[in-house]
Nanobody, 124 residues
Framework: QLQLVESGGGLVQPGGSLRLSCAASGSPLYYYYIAWFRQAPGKEREGVACISSSGGTTGFADAVKGRFTISRDNAKGTVNLQMNSLQPEDTAVYYC?????????????????WGKGTLVTVSS
């Protein structure tokens, strides 16, 4: 059973940066591709970034492309989401999720494991 714990959220001013981390335990991370999702108040959850099990392939939602990067260290069991040029519309609870398999699938495909989320607030 894979457990995921997110960290790194907080309050940041518009234009600032945050680095979210997802720490995995209970199972080798290399079995899973990882995606970050977010849910803003009153809105549906949306996928923002994905990374293949090897880390060789990444994908981003249009809303964050060019501002967010995703990376992973399978040996350490961690996945990071670097968020730059943050805007108020990026305010949300961010979730790390894992699914068995090598390649990222559409965000609408169900994930197998979820963390509890970390809150990111972008405000002046």
């Amino acid at each position: 059973q894979l457990q995921l714990v997110e960290s790194g959220g907080g309050l940041v001013q518009p234009g600032g940066s945050l680095r979210l981390s997802c720490a995995a335990s209970g199972s080798p991370l290399y079995y899973y591709y990882i995606a970050w999702f977010r849910q803003a108040p009153g809105k549906e959850r949306e996928g923002v970034a994905c990374i293949s099990s090897s880390g060789g392939t990444t994908g981003f939602a249009d809303a964050v492309k060019g501002r967010f990067t995703i990376s992973r260290d399978n040996a350490k069991g961690t996945v990071n989401l670097q968020m730059n040029s943050l805007q108020p519309e990026d305010t949300a609870v961010y979730y790390c999720a894992a699914a068995s398999g090598q390649s990222c699938r559409p965000y609408s495909v169900g994930m197998d494991y979820w963390g509890k989320g970390t809150l990111v607030t972008v405000s002046s």
